[in-house]
């Protein structure tokens, strides 16, 4: 979605095959808890290299170039901000893209964590990598895996 108001809708078609794994704690995490935590200000640098990922990462969903959307899949605004409020989030990142994930980020404003997988194969196995490695620890977490929606965005209720 480029705009709401207008609302301005531009639709991709990334590659079947990719599948998004999704670790979801179990904990709240308000919006603005959430809010709060980023940065106020951006260099120049900054805000040029984290608009230089979200453009590598949209061309390589319609390129369907995973090895261009894992270069793009490096927020620098949001993660180094957020992820000290999710519990175990550099051990969930560590374990998808050492269990072969393309990328591993969080997930709007938090607390769940995802990852890109390949194909659902990819997917299964990172998914299990991720649950193995979460055993034992707090919170707990809820692991999905979901091919990516190609319907996009939808108005479900006036």
């Not at 769940?112 to 990819?122: G, I, M, N, P, Q």
């Not at 990172?126 to 649950?131: C, G, P, R, V």
Request: charged fraction near 25%; proline fraction near 5%; include cysteine.
């Amino acid at each position: 979605m480029r705009s709401m108001r207008p609302l301005d809708v531009v639709s991709i078609n990334p590659s079947a095959k990719l599948r998004v794994i999704v670790a979801r704690p179990n904990l709240r995490l308000d919006t603005r808890s959430s809010r709060a935590v980023l940065p106020a200000d951006l260099t120049l640098h900054t805000a040029t290299r984290q608009w230089s990922n979200v453009a590598g990462l949209v061309a390589g969903l319609c390129l369907k170039d995973n090895e261009l959307i894992a270069r793009s899949m490096e927020d620098v605004i949001v993660e180094p901000a957020r992820k000290s409020l999710i519990p175990n989030f550099a051990r969930i990142k560590n374990c998808a893209i050492r269990s072969g994930a393309i990328g591993c980020t969080i997930s709007g404003g938090g607390p769940s964590v995802f990852a890109l997988a390949k194909d659902a194969s990819a997917a299964e196995y990172i998914a299990s990598a991720i649950k193995e490695n979460l055993l034992g620890r707090r919170p707990s977490y809820d692991i999905f895996i979901a091919a990516i929606d190609k319907r996009g965005t939808q108005i479900l209720k006036r």
